[in-house]
């Protein structure tokens, strides 16, 4: 972006001070650079200012060298190049604003020594109906994306973070009220997975971690944790749930929106905790569905990949805000899960009775501060009352939505209440360091350090324990 608009403001000087040689080679530099710009970064929307600026310049210049515009008198010329000077200016300025507001950032890079592969694949739930489809007879039908340990990835394609790109770039957007095309340029971002790639030989079996998103969200946007697991020798399997997922783009082309109805206004609907309580429920089914699957993979029943490499009996799970409630009301019954995280976990919906029941495996919770008063409170607090042994920590300065991939949107997000203070690259990294020691320690069996001493290493965060007390 920088050398477009050099250029182009350098073709200006020089056409102001009378060198049109040295001006009229300028432009066609400019569109050299566009071109592999255009190859291997892409085309994105935030700097249209500038690619119109240099086209423009180009095409001028073409129009005068075959002779189809006249050249004026020099002094009007000049004029006339002073007068575009501040438009060029002010596209550069329009440009640069558009692109802090939406940059295409760089995913974070995992911290482990594996190279990581990924697979996708639709799954229908036989045994359950799709009850927010429009179609009530259809069932139940959801994608999974699972990251794994890999070897030999040089030949493989690297997956974008996205891995069905502008399609849910464009639900993203109509989710959070922007037009189609405003966050576009996220499907730009790559990944640090590779499709397709074989899973490591180097341990013979690897425990598995589910990932369950929250409403609206989808699975993508916990990718960074599911990389961070696999580099460390953990298979990650996310699930879409569709109709609760922003979008669901599913492998054989059908694409699923996210279902308002499913979840309606909690002010304007007397019986808001059953419709909450379905949600869950189908949230929770899908994590079973998952559980059932992967034991079909295993077997090699499906023709998987995966076949003999997953250890279902190291399994662990972790779900942000629904898909945390839904996390819990499967661990509070399957006795496959071993350990579980909840990021602000919404247990609200569960009934009483089955949160007084606790879960019997370790398990650790972490809140945002937005959410440090709530409704939810209430139920956590019952839950960990109940449960064996249970953490709670909560992160200061962070709102709901930081315990996901926000922070590769847009860095205003905090300024409208989207997201907390701390910064959401910081926010990542802290819950980075609990989520991996948790698992490392109670899916591997790894102590190199103590949930006490992560969050010993940062100010913002807090243990709770007032829930002992209650």
Request: charge should be negative; hydrophobic fraction near 40%.
């Amino acid at each position: 972006m920088l050398l477009f608009v050099f250029l182009t403001i350098v073709a200006i000087i020089f056409k102001s001070f009378g060198n049109m040689k040295i001006a009229k080679l300028i432009p066609f530099l400019a569109i050299l650079v566009f071109i592999p710009h255009v190859f291997f970064e892409g085309i994105r929307w935030q700097l249209y200012p500038v690619y119109i600026i240099i086209v423009f310049q180009f095409l001028m210049t073409i129009l005068f060298r075959v002779g189809l515009l006249k050249k004026r008198r020099l002094e009007n010329d000049k004029k006339l190049i002073r007068m575009s000077l501040p438009i060029v200016i002010g596209g550069f300025l329009l440009t640069v604003l558009f692109s802090y507001a939406f940059p295409v950032y760089k995913i974070p890079t995992p911290s482990g020594p594996h190279e990581i592969g990924t697979i996708s694949f639709d799954l229908i739930d036989d045994s359950r109906e799709a009850i927010y489809s429009e179609d009530m007879t259809d069932n139940r039908k959801i994608k999974l994306q699972v990251w794994y340990p890999a070897q030999n990835v040089g030949s493989y394609e690297q997956v974008p973070w996205l891995q069905d790109g502008k399609i849910v770039a464009e639900g993203v957007s109509k989710l959070m009220g922007f037009p189609d095309f405003v966050l576009s340029h996220t499907s730009l971002v790559k990944s640090n997975s590779y499709l397709n790639a074989p899973i490591s030989n180097e341990k013979e079996q690897y425990p598995v971690i589910i990932l369950s998103h929250g409403w609206t969200g989808f699975r993508n946007i916990h990718t960074d944790v599911a990389e961070l697991l696999a580099s460390n020798g953990f298979v990650v399997v996310a699930i879409d749930h569709t109709y609760g997922s922003a979008v669901t783009a599913f492998n054989d082309g059908e694409v699923a929106y996210v279902n308002d109805e499913a979840l309606p206004d909690r002010e304007e609907t007397p019986n808001f905790l059953t419709y909450a309580n379905t949600l869950v429920k189908t949230f929770a089914g899908d994590i079973q569905a998952t559980l059932d699957q992967l034991e079909m993979m295993n077997t090699g029943q499906n023709s998987s990949t995966l076949k003999g490499k997953l250890d279902l009996a190291n399994i662990g799970v972790i779900g942000h805000s629904t898909g945390g409630g839904a996390a819990v009301a499967t661990a509070l019954h399957d006795k496959r899960i071993k350990a579980l995280i909840g990021l602000d976990a919404w247990v609200e919906p569960i009934e009483e009775q089955e949160l007084d029941s606790g879960l019997q495996i370790p398990s650790l919770f972490l809140r945002s501060h937005e959410w440090e008063q709530g409704y939810n409170n209430e139920h956590l607090y019952l839950l960990l009352g109940s449960s064996m042994a249970p953490e709670l920590y909560q992160i200061n300065n962070t709102g709901h939505q930081d315990f996901s991939m926000i922070y590769m949107y847009s860095p205003l997000s905090k300024y409208f209440n989207i997201t907390g203070k701390l910064d959401g690259r910081e926010g990542a990294s802290i819950q980075h360091d609990f989520i991996l020691t948790f698992f490392e320690k109670n899916i591997y069996g790894q102590v190199t350090s103590t949930i006490a001493d992560v969050a010993k290493q940062y100010e913002d965060v807090q243990i709770i324990t007032s829930y002992r007390n209650e």
